[in-house]
């Protein structure tokens, strides 16, 4: 069975940082992507990586930075100059279609994990 399992999430003061962990077993991914829903709104493309490129969302682009450890099958995201409205539940998920592009949209990914709350005050 496939599982991606984030962790990292929590709460923290405007400006601070957080790291996101997200550990895959079952299969290994070439793309996978960090999307985020805040209440009251859809779901949100934050970042995403493959083999050969990085993307980000507008609203993040700067702060945010998404990496991987293939030995450990482990995508991160590094969070950085948070503000209050990044506070979301954090989802990280997999793409099985994308070799060397990063999709964007949440209907490509194939698989997801259960999400982690991150919580800014301000």
């Known amino acids: 069975q496939v599982h991606l399992v984030e962790s990292g999430g929590g709460l923290v003061q405007a400006g601070g940082s957080l790291r996101l962990s997200c550990a895959a077993s079952g299969r290994t991914f070439s793309n996978m992507g960090w999307f985020r829903q805040a209440p009251g709104k859809e779901r949100e493309f934050v970042a995403g990586g493959s083999a050969a490129n990085t993307d980000y969302g507008d609203s993040v682009k700067g702060r945010f930075i998404i990496s991987r450890d293939n030995a450990k099958n482990t995508v991160y995201l590094q969070m950085n100059s948070l503000k209050p409205e990044d506070t979301a539940v954090y989802f990280c998920?997999?793409?099985?279609?994308?070799?060397?592009?990063?999709?964007?949209?949440?209907?490509?990914?194939?698989?997801w994990g259960q999400g982690t709350q991150v919580t800014v005050s301000s």
């Open positions: 998920a997999g793409n099985l279609r994308y070799a060397f592009g990063v999709s964007t949209t949440s209907a490509t990914y194939d698989y």
